[in-house]
């Protein structure tokens, strides 16, 4: 069972227990400084360590970040090459971060497209994951929201033909499907960078998310913008489609 309540911050200011950011912005905070997109990419990435320790401090349960969704790989070659190169080596390093603060890290998406070296990462920070509690960053990888529900549509069936399961199905059994299975729904859902779109991004599970927009472009994204977005977040009415 998924306990919904929130912490209380400094302040007695609930933190949201599940916070979901859309790391946009890499490639125009680079610009801007004539550095090449993988720069900010690189800077974007040192910003997440930066934004995942703040949210643990904070009492923050999960932070699901999308970093790489199934349309990015329409971009150059070479940013593509360059992006999975970056994970490659965050991966690496988050093992060791990861068993001295005992953080639990989860990969949503469908990593099976992704090299022997990420997946080996992947296994290895799912291994140590499970051996502990408390904070979790999930990050998004190769995830689109089509198609992570079109492959639990997918699973469910087969199970169903296989007599795996009943063939009754209701929204908690579905959710078990997900990628996001056993996680809360986001509370809040930040996107900087200045779009205002969800890209693909936890189309099922944001049904009830607040979103919080900004124009800051993800690199320089802080921990006072961070404050500032769960301000406003403290400072919504949510009704889940109740009266209040
Ligand atoms: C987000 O930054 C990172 C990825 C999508 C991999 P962008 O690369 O989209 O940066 P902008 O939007 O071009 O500035
Ligand atoms: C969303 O950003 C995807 C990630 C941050 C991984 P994009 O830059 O790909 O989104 P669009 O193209 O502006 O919608
Ligand atoms: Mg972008």
Same mark, same amino acid.
């Given at each position: 069972m998924v306990d919904n309540r929130l912490n209380a911050g400094e302040g007695g200011n609930p933190i949201p227990?599940? $916070?979901? /950011? /859309? +790391?946009?912005g890499n490639g125009r905070w680079a610009k801007k400084r004539g550095l090449p997109r993988t720069a900010g990419h690189a800077a974007g990435a040192e910003n997440f360590r930066k934004i995942a320790t703040y949210c643990k401090n904070i009492g923050v349960k999960y932070l699901t970040v999308y970093a790489f969704s199934t349309e990015n790989w329409t971009r150059p070659k070479e940013e593509v090459?360059? !992006?999975?190169? +970056?994970?490659?080596?965050?991966?690496?390093?988050? !093992?060791t971060? #990861?068993?001295?603060?005992? $953080?639990? #890290?989860r990969i949503l998406g469908d990593v099976s497209v992704l090299s022997p070296e990420l997946q080996e990462e992947i296994r290895e920070t799912n291994e140590i994951s499970s051996?502990?509690?408390g904070f979790q960053a999930n990050i998004c990888l190769n995830y689109g929201g089509r198609a992570e529900i079109l492959q639990a549509a997918k699973r469910f069936a087969a199970d169903v033909a296989a007599g795996r399961t009943e063939k009754e199905l209701d929204e908690a059994?579905?959710?078990?499907?997900?990628?996001?299975?056993? +996680?809360?729904?986001?509370?809040l859902l930040i996107r900087p960078g200045g779009e205002?779109?969800?890209?693909?991004?936890l189309l099922w599970q944001c049904a009830y998310s607040e979103f919080y927009f900004s124009d800051v472009l993800w690199p320089d994204f802080s921990t006072e913008e961070l404050d500032r977005a769960i301000a406003e977040f403290n400072r919504r009415e949510r009704r889940f489609g109740g009266v209040k």
């Amino acid at each position: 069972m998924v306990d919904n309540r929130l912490n209380a911050g400094e302040g007695g200011n609930p933190i949201p227990r599940h $916070i979901a /950011i /859309i +790391l946009d912005g890499n490639g125009r905070w680079a610009k801007k400084r004539g550095l090449p997109r993988t720069a900010g990419h690189a800077a974007g990435a040192e910003n997440f360590r930066k934004i995942a320790t703040y949210c643990k401090n904070i009492g923050v349960k999960y932070l699901t970040v999308y970093a790489f969704s199934t349309e990015n790989w329409t971009r150059p070659k070479e940013e593509v090459k360059a !992006i999975m190169k +970056l994970l490659d080596k965050y991966l690496h390093e988050a !093992i060791t971060t #990861m068993e001295r603060d005992h $953080i639990r #890290m989860r990969i949503l998406g469908d990593v099976s497209v992704l090299s022997p070296e990420l997946q080996e990462e992947i296994r290895e920070t799912n291994e140590i994951s499970s051996r502990y509690e408390g904070f979790q960053a999930n990050i998004c990888l190769n995830y689109g929201g089509r198609a992570e529900i079109l492959q639990a549509a997918k699973r469910f069936a087969a199970d169903v033909a296989a007599g795996r399961t009943e063939k009754e199905l209701d929204e908690a059994k579905f959710g078990g499907y997900l990628y996001s299975a056993g +996680l809360p729904d986001p509370d809040l859902l930040i996107r900087p960078g200045g779009e205002k779109r969800i890209s693909n991004f936890l189309l099922w599970q944001c049904a009830y998310s607040e979103f919080y927009f900004s124009d800051v472009l993800w690199p320089d994204f802080s921990t006072e913008e961070l404050d500032r977005a769960i301000a406003e977040f403290n400072r919504r009415e949510r009704r889940f489609g109740g009266v209040k």
